[in-house]
């Protein structure tokens, strides 16, 4: 004899048992972006990594992943594997292309339909539990939590109110709408993932969060893939002399990530010591993405107008194995963001053996240990920057203890360890929900 939970139960279908302990298949939500897109242009980003590699490890622990997100061309299949154990299911919401994130919320409704239609037609308790990313998916989670009758976690990756606290010049702040809708989902979740310590404080501070339902599950780095190798022949793949030096920057091209910071310190740098301008190269990788879209080549006539342009390289979002390439390659990677709930940039650089100064904001407090893997500068004054970059370059001793820092901290993250803080979280949010009084009959 067991209680039925018929929460979650669709009509005319036979009612199911929730599965105890750790979920067997959970429904991921991505609405605004999709994990086989591009990471560093449009709004693919440290999310897009961060559901694609805790996927493959979830999947390797034996939790099944299903991914719903919206479909931006007619000529996507309806289902792909990612890897073994993890699928992409392409919904149908809105017109394929031509939709920002600002218009995604008019297509919340279509996109819900699609999700609750494809768990309509699998047997009853296909999903145990429902994770969703960013606001947007938080909505249509809150309410396949309802219709399921399974815990809902989500992860918000980043807060309105927090960036609205932290705005670039001139940038545009988050509409009132998010930040309702953000509140909403604060309140509806089981359990809520926050990156870093801070950002669980932003959470309980800021949108009244139950403490005893946020938890803190840092995120990984790869670090198969982004690890300590050759700098020359590095620095080789991309044209760039053995003996440069070498600053990058690594990013979605807009004024939150700040890159403008990078060439404003450039400039500072030459104009202290013109003879830099011999060896320096400055790389900026990356896209424009949400109001960089507005003016995409704003950066290239700021590197004109500041008179940097002749030691500034511009490159494309680049694929894992040559971003890996790229960090080794340069002296010193930039993160100047005006607000990061992470900074996965960070650590891959750090993992390759490449010091970082970054801003002291949000989760880049986490990410960068200052003066031990990199150097963290508070405020974003390009003077303030340069500086910190003027002492890098000048003391090749330094950058090298920077360096093995650098190494050891980013081995302190890994997916593997991140997933295994998600399982915890599921195995909790399943548990609570399973001790809530059930309705329905008894069977044997």
């Not at 479909?71 to 809105?94: I, N, Q």
């Not at 429902?130 to 976690?153: C, E, F, T």
């Not at 044209?239 to 450039?266: E, M, N, S, Y």
């Not at 107008?305 to 500034?312: C, I, K, P, R």
Request: glycine content about 10%; overall charge negative; proline content about 7%.
């Amino acid at each position: 004899m067991y209680p039925v939970d018929r929460r979650g139960a669709t009509p005319g279908k036979r009612p199911v048992r929730r599965r105890l302990g750790l979920p067997r298949r959970i429904a991921t939500l991505s609405v605004h972006t999709s994990p086989l897109d591009q990471p560093g242009t449009g709004d693919a980003g440290g999310m897009n990594v961060y559901i694609v590699e805790t996927s493959r490890r979830l999947a390797e622990a034996g939790v099944e992943v299903e991914v719903f997100t919206r479909a931006t061309s007619s000529d996507l299949p309806p289902v792909v594997e990612l890897a073994p154990g993890v699928t992409v299911r392409h919904v149908t919401a809105g017109p394929f292309e031509g939709l920002g994130k600002g218009d995604l919320p008019a297509q919340l409704c279509a996109f819900t339909s699609g999700v609750l239609r494809a768990e309509a037609m699998q047997d009853p308790g296909h999903y145990d539990l429902v994770h969703s990313h960013y606001w947007l998916s938080g909505q249509v989670g809150w309410l396949a939590k309802d219709r399921w009758g399974v815990p809902l976690v989500h992860t918000a990756h980043t807060l309105a109110k927090v960036k609205n606290a932290n705005l670039a010049d001139g940038d545009t702040p988050e509409p009132l709408a998010r930040v309702i809708g953000e509140e909403q989902v604060v309140a509806e979740s089981d359990a809520l993932v926050a990156n870093t310590e801070d950002e669980a404080r932003q959470l309980i501070s800021r949108y009244g969060a139950d403490p005893g339902r946020v938890a803190t599950v840092v995120p990984g780095v790869d670090l198969d893939r982004f690890a300590p190798g050759d700098r020359t022949a590095a620095r080789a793949e991309f044209g760039i002399a053995a003996d440069a030096t070498v600053l990058l920057f690594v990013g979605r091209i807009q004024p939150l990530k700040a890159p403008d910071v990078l060439l404003h310190a450039t400039a500072e740098l030459l104009a202290a010591d013109p003879r830099l301008r011999e060896k320096l190269v400055v790389a900026v990788c990356g896209g424009p993405s949400g109001s960089g879209l507005d003016e995409p080549e704003h950066l290239q006539r700021l590197a004109v107008a500041l008179g940097v342009d002749d030691v500034t390289r511009f490159l494309p979002p680049l694929p894992p194995d040559r971003l890996s390439d790229l960090y080794r390659a340069a002296d010193v990677v930039v993160v100047p963001s005006h607000n990061e709930s992470f900074g996965l940039v960070a650590v891959e650089a750090q993992a390759c053996g490449t010091p970082v100064v970054a801003a002291a904001v949000g989760g880049l407090v986490t990410a960068v240990a200052h003066d031990v893997s990199g150097l963290l500068v508070p405020g974003h004054d390009p003077a303030d920057y340069a500086s910190a970059l003027r002492r890098l370059i000048g003391d090749p001793a330094l950058r090298n203890r920077l360096s093995t820092g650098a190494v050891r901290h980013a081995a302190a993250f890994s997916w593997e360890r991140t997933a295994e803080g998600l399982l915890a979280v599921y195995s909790e949010a399943l548990a609570r929900t399973n001790a809530q009084p059930m309705t329905g009959m008894v069977v044997s």
